[in-house]
Structures are given as C-alpha cells and as structure tokens.
C-alpha cells in the first residue's frame, strides 16, 4: 500500500492500513429424491372390509348421506367428494369402508338391516351392499341422465327419485329380482300423476317411519315453494294418500321432510307439523325455530337449529334435551333405532374442514340446567359459601340431593362434602371452609333419573397462600468461556413441600430451557447446580408451591465471555521495544491478522487497528472494522503494507455483544499484538 501511516502524517489524516477479509467458504449441494406411488384400482374392488374398531374419528369432505343400522348397531356414512360409504359402530368408531361409489348422495337401509343402499348419481347407479360384511352385492343401473338422488327403502322395495329441476319423478329397485334373470328390476316413472294434477319438480326428498311400513313422504326440490306427497307403497306400486301443490300457504321451499309416527302429519323443515287427510294438507303446529330434524320411531324429534341439536317430544315447545356442538355446520343427523343415541355429522369449524361424526347420548332423557357459584376470592381456613340452582323442563322429583366434591392441593383427586338437598325453588347453598391454598374448584353432581340426564358444574376459588422467600446467588457475575459455575438457591418457611427445581435457559434460540436440578433443599434451605458458561444463560429457581405457601420463581443470570485470540504472520522476527514484544516486518510486507473465536451463526469479530503517534495511540481511520468468522470460527485479515519504515503499530480482536451480530455472549477482547515496520 502506499505510504499511509508515515510518521510526519496526523494519525487521523490518513485512512491507515488496508484490510482486506480472507474467509474458507465450503460450498455442497443437496439432492433430494421423491418417490411417487400411483395406486390404481377398479371401483367394484376398493373395499376395506369391516372389521376391528378403530379409535380413528369418522370424517367425511362432502356428506352424502346417513343411515343407522339398528340390527347391527352400526352408522354408514356417504362422502359425496370421496365416492366412499364409511362404517362405524355406535361409538363412531371406523370399521371400515367402501370406494368407488362416485358422487355418491344418500343412503337407506333395509327393514332387516342386511343391505345399506347407496345412490350414485354421477355414475347413475345404486349400490347394495352388504351391512356386515361391506361386500357389494349389485349394482343398479338407473336410465337416466340426472340422478339417482335419494333413496329410502319401504314396502320391500329401494325408492328413488331422479329427473331434472322441471322434470322429477320416482322410481324403484325390487331386490327379490336377479339382473341376471332377464328381468330388470328397477322401474322408472312411478309418481302417480296420471288424472291427479300431481307431480314433483326436481329430485325429490323421501322418508319412511318404521311404524307405517309402506308408507313414503315425497318432498318438492325444484321450486321456491315446494309440492308434497305421501305414497302409499305397500302393494309395490305408489298410490296417492296425500298432496299438496306448492303455493306458498305451507312453505317457502322443502329442505326436509319426515314422516311423523301415527299416520296423520309430516314434518317439514324440522319445523312445521302437516297434518294430511283426505287426500289434502293443512297446517297443524310447529316446534320453535329450527333449520331440519329427524323423527324417532316413538315420535321424539331430533332437530338442528343453529349450533344446536335439540330433542322435543311430540308436540312440544320447550326441549327435552339440548346438545351445543359449538358450530353452525351440522349437516346431518339420524336417530339411533333403539333411541340411546342421536348421530351427527358435524363441521370441524373449518369452512373447508369437513365434518365428523358426533355421538349424542341420551336423547330422550331431559337434561337439566345446574349452576354453581363460589366466591371468585377467599382466605384459606376461613368459612366461604357456594349457591346455586337446578331447573329442567320437565320436572324433577321432590327433595333432589346433589353430591358434591371439593378439589385442592390437599384433595388433588377430590374430596366429598355433605350431600345437599336442594330447595322446592330449585336453589341450594352450602358452606365449607377450604383448608389448603391455590386454586380450590368446588363441583356439584346430580347423578340423575329415569327422566334426567346426569348433570354437574363447578366453580373455582383463588384461595389465599402465604408468600415464602426464594433466592439465588451470582445474578450479573460475568464468567470466563466454559467456566463451572455452581448456582445455589435458597428456600424460606413453607408448610410440606421442600422441592426447588433449577432450570437453565442459555441465549441463542438453538438451545432450549434445560432443567438442570430438581430435588429437596438441604437443612438450611439450599440447592445448587452447576452451569457451565458457554453462553450467556438465565438461571431460573422455580418453588411450585404447596397447599399454604404460594409459588415462586427467581431468575439470575450469569455472562460469559467468549474464547478469542489472534495470530500474526508474515512477519521476519519478534523482538523487545521498551515493554512490549513486537512483531517486525518489512515496510513493504502486510501483515495477516488470524483470530480465532468460539464461533456461533451469523458472527464476526471485531478487529482494532492502532499507530503510534506522538506518544499515544491512535485508532486508524476506519478502525475498528466487522469480519465475518467462517464455521471454523477462524477469520484471516490482511492489514496491507505501509510501505515506510518506522511505523509502531497495534492489533486486537474483540466480541461485542449485540455488534458482533449475536447476543448470546458477553463483550471479550484478545490482547493487544504489536506491530514494527522497518526497511
């Protein structure tokens, strides 16, 4: 370099010596292999046959229908966008599942429980397949371009509807007929609308009850006011019991339609009862405001209504049990055949999330309202009083008990209290005096009856703990890289628990808070765990607390410096100037500057640069400067060449926290290396 630092130049005047970074970059490449598998399969062979439950939840995309199986006491349901008709058992357990059902959009189960009858539209078939053992018997192809859409088994015959929104209509699939016999069992154009006037528009909804077998209600689809039947199908032909003509003087459009228990009326839309005679439909009641339901063979009704499921019995207007699933995105439901059960096909709360299966228990059993309330604050050991109130719409005996249960640091499983009789007003209150500390729940229990449903609430209480002292030593202490550094907590007065965990956080993100101790303090109060100070490291004691002292937690932090230290080559000689040891070079020769420094991502190293001037050191312009370390923790520096003689000249090299591009050490400096140029 030229002649910057000679000795008649100001110190400031000159931007000193030249640096220049050196670093080893290692370069690699990564190949990544990806292993694609294609499975093709026929539809007809996709099957996974029932078997052992899985504790896996059933989960449909798009659902395509929900039937329950009372014989086997199994759910099948249809998912429209996978093609499949999932099995469960009456937990929602999956047993199994059949593919290769495109589109497929309802299902309907036989009388006996033996064949599940699923309708495929985008392929125009139904399906019949085997309830127990998930086989498909045979596949019914439907002459026609727009559907099967819904089915519903009644009078020994599979009833579907198909057709266009201007041109609906039913048919059948007789499965006593053989495809192969020559005979074709299904039978299209069934509605009965010659010299009626009747007819449905669009693919109708159907329903059957049980207890009217033959017997099928046909709701509209097509129009915003919507027609509807009911089929007397016992003698394998439709006949017209009932029909109404879309007018908007029973609704404003069909979404859902059952048939209601007793032959007189159908529900529509979950809501309103139609009551049919004569040949006609009139208004007969409604239920409160819902959006559609299903009718169980005694008449109890299972509706949904917002983000709610509630049971009514018939005629009711106050519900009989109410189930909050927490969303709005129910999209089916069916009654369990023997009434324990209501299964529903539930949005996940994801728009795009698809819906499970949920299980409600005890549908026709009315479920109570209890409340509970307990001060939100007490004093331990000091008499506290919890209130509260039991109501039902359907009424409750006389002189109901409720068990009652107080949970603490003590009693961490529960502890009974007194049973207590709750007041003709429904109202009760009990008093109790809390003997530990912390967060005390309180819970009443009614275990219910041949009527209710079991019940339960609960309550906490912040209830008071005294305040213990809890110390730890060496907070602030800066320490020398990879010293031992041994960390000792203190523990005041608590009541039973002697237990102090000592837990390390080291700086850096790459590295997790470590529990190093946990273990009774001694005789006089301590523990202690040793650190060692790579890092700059927050030392946490943490006392959990019992049932009279509350917790508490310490911190100390402890610095650490890091390893640093410089090499200086190119240089002819070493030798003494006054007190120092000075490396010599040629004027024109540069000097390398090699430091070596616990390395860390994304670090460098600070490097000083100083000339002699006067009688004093002066920093050179530009000095200090940042050099990247390489993964070695090594960075070379050339200073470059004076290019006179008689220069004095120092170097350092140096972390500095936060600047050296981390924070997870303390400020370290090398020691000074000195520098002579001669001739």
Known sequence: MSGCCAAHSSPRSHTGFSCGGFNTVRTRSISTATALAVL????????????????????????????????????????????????????????????????????????????????????????????ATLDVRTRYTVSTSYGPRHVAFSGGKVWFTYGDQWDGDL???????DPASGTDPVTLTQFPTEGTGSGIWGQGLLDTDPSQPGILAVGETGLSTDSMAVLDVSSGKPALVAYHNGDYTLNNGI?????????????????????????????????????????????????VNGGKVLTYKPGATLPLHTYDLGTSRTAALTWAPDLTKVF?????????????????????????TLTLNAPSTATRAKLLTVTGRISASVALPAGVQLQVTRTDLDSPNGKALPAVTVKADGTYSFNDTPPAGGTVTYKATYAGDTDHSAVSASDKVAVS??????????????????????????????????????????????????????G??????????????????????????????????????????????TAVTKNYKKAAIGSHTYYWFHKNTSPVVTTTMTYYPGRKQRLELEVYYNGKWYATDGSPQYFA???????????????????????????????????VNSNTYSDWKYLYFSN
């Open 629 to 663: 370390l390489a993964s070695n923790g090594k960075s070379a520096v050339s200073l470059g060449a004076p290019g006179e003689s008689g220069i004095k000249a120092r170097v350092r090299a140096a972390y500095i926290n936060n600047s050296s591009g981390d924070n």
């Open 344 to 368: 529903a096909l539930v949005g996940t709360g994801v728009e795009s999330g698809g819906y499970n299966l949920k299980v409600l228990s005890g549908p026709t059993l009315n479920n109570p």
């Open 40 to 131: 093709f399969s026929s539809a007809a062979l996709s099957v996974v046959a029932a078997g052992t439950a899985s504790a896996a939840t059933a989960h449909v995309t798009s659902p395509g229908g929900i039937v329950a199986d009372g014989p086997l006491k199994r759910v099948f349901l249809g998912d429209s966008s996978a093609g499949t008709v999932a099995v469960t058992d009456y937990s929602g357990a999956v047993l199994g599942s059949v593919g290769g059902v495109t589109g497929v959009s309802d299902l309907a189960v036989s009388d006996d429980g033996a064949t599940v009858y699923a309708a495929a539209p985008q392929i125009h078939e139904i399906w019949a397949i085997d309830a």
């Open 465 to 518: 703990r005294t305040a213990t002292t809890l110390s730890l030593n060496n907070n602030g202490k800066v320490y020398s890289y990879g010293a031992d550094v041994k960390f000792t907590a203190h523990l005041g007065t608590t009541y039973k628990n002697r237990t102090v965990e000592i837990w390390a956080n080291p700086y850096g993100g790459d590295k997790p808070n470590k529990l190093l101790k946990t």
């Open 255 to 303: 979404g859902d339609i059952d048939l209601v228990p007793g032959g007189t009326q159908v529900l529509v839309n979950g809501k309103d009862r139609d009551a049919y005679a004569d040949g006609k439909f009139k208004a007969a009641g409604s239920y409160p405001d819902g959006q559609f339901a299903d009718v169980a063979p005694n008449g109890v009704l299972a509706q």
């Open 171 to 177: 048919g059948s699939v007789d499965p006593t007929v």
């Open 520 to 565: 009774t303090v001694d005789s006089s109060g301590n523990i202690s765990a040793t650190v060692d100070m790579t890092r700059d490291t927050d030392v946490t004691a943490v006392f959990k607390g019992d049932a009279r002292y509350a917790p508490k937690t310490v911190k100390s932090t402890g610095y650490a410096r890091v390893k640093v230290s």
